[in-house]
């Protein structure tokens, strides 16, 4: 077995443990010595051998920096579609309990800087040759 389908077995299995895709495909990326963006593509081939494409699928930082803030939310819409939805604050979003409080001009922009964190940091760790 190669370190990237062993690397693709522990992330199932800490997915599986409740572990949200980002962490588990980093987890288990880092201790198999496999890029974090070959794991994810491995990963995403995978799944689209289990199911028909997505239309309006989104990247891994647009998935992330969504989970991070909302707890409920449409999975078959886009990331843009879904930030419209939280900006009419339409009932199929909802925010995390920790930012009720903020309105949704706010948590738009907890969003998107979590986006932009999330893509700037794998950017670095690719120049940096921590991702190949």
């Not at 930082?61 to 939310?73: D, I, Q, R, V």
Request: charged letters at 25%.
């Amino acid at each position: 077995m190669t370190p990237l389908e062993k690397a693709y077995l522990q992330m199932q299995h800490l997915m599986q443990n409740e572990w949200e895709f980002p962490d588990a495909c980093f987890k288990a990326a880092s201790s198999e010595g496999v890029p974090y963006e070959t794991l994810a593509d491995f990963y995403d081939a995978k799944i689209g051998e289990m199911t028909p494409p997505l239309e309006n699928s989104m990247t891994h930082a647009e998935t992330f920096a969504l989970s991070e803030w909302l707890t409920e939310y449409p999975d078959n819409l886009s990331y843009a579609e879904i930030m419209e939805m939280l900006l009419t604050e339409d009932e199929r979003v909802t925010v995390w309990w920790v930012v009720e409080r903020y309105n949704a001009d706010d948590v738009w922009e907890f969003i998107e800087d979590t986006r932009r964190s999330f893509e700037s940091t794998i950017e670095h760790m690719k120049t940096e040759g921590a991702l190949a």
